[in-house]
């Protein structure tokens, strides 16, 4: 008998065009070429323990960092080599903690959650599941129409994990 190992692709697959489409056009313009600042997301990603942590780390950044606004933010170099996400990793860090203590969505059943993050990644979990209203018949709601397409593309790895279906927004 042959022991087969998958790869992680989760976290190898490199999610810098997802970060750069998510960071606003002043962080854009202060940041290096995106043909020079893949490899740097790349190694931060890998030395934090994986693509889905760093671009959840970013996303919980610009969801939460208040003076962002103003600021428009450093170059994505700038936040990425001055270890500027370490205060936005979810494991252990108090920023990410508070703002879930002061009531930022978190998708309604746990377990289900777990389930979503092993299989999609924490930053898709956290952009398009826990927003969603889980309804008793295990069936759920997404706030948006963009969601809805991205709920429909992992449908596999929902149901796998215990939602029914998909009720679109009335």
């Known amino acids: 008998m042959l022991n087969v190992v998958p790869f992680p692709t989760a976290s190898v697959v490199s999610t810098f065009e ?3 489409r998510d ?3 002043s962080m854009k313009t202060r940041s290096l070429s995106r043909a020079k600042l893949k490899p740097i997301w790349d190694r931060h990603a890998k030395a934090v323990g994986g693509q889905d942590v760093l671009i959840a780390a970013l996303r919980a950044y610009l969801k939460g960092d208040k003076d ?3 600021s428009g ?5 700038v936040w990425l080599n001055q270890g500027k996400y370490d205060h936005w990793l979810e ?7 508070v703002s879930a203590k002061i009531g930022q969505l978190v998708f309604a059943d746990p377990d289900i959650r777990a389930s979503v993050v ?8 956290v952009s398009y599941l826990d927003p969603c209203e889980l309804h008793p ?27 029914a279906g998909i009720r679109p927004k009335a």
């Open 68 to 70: 962002l606004p103003k």
């Open 137 to 163: 018949d295990r069936f759920i709601t997404p706030k948006t129409a963009f969601a809805l397409g991205k709920l429909k593309e992992k449908a596999r790895e929902l149901k796998a994990a215990g939602i």
């Open 118 to 125: 092993a299989s999609c990644g924490l930053g898709w979990v």
């Open 73 to 77: 933010g450093p170059g994505l170099q």
């Open 18 to 20: 997802e970060a750069w």
């Open 91 to 97: 494991a252990g860090n108090s920023v990410v903690e």
């Open 23 to 25: 960071i606003p056009a």
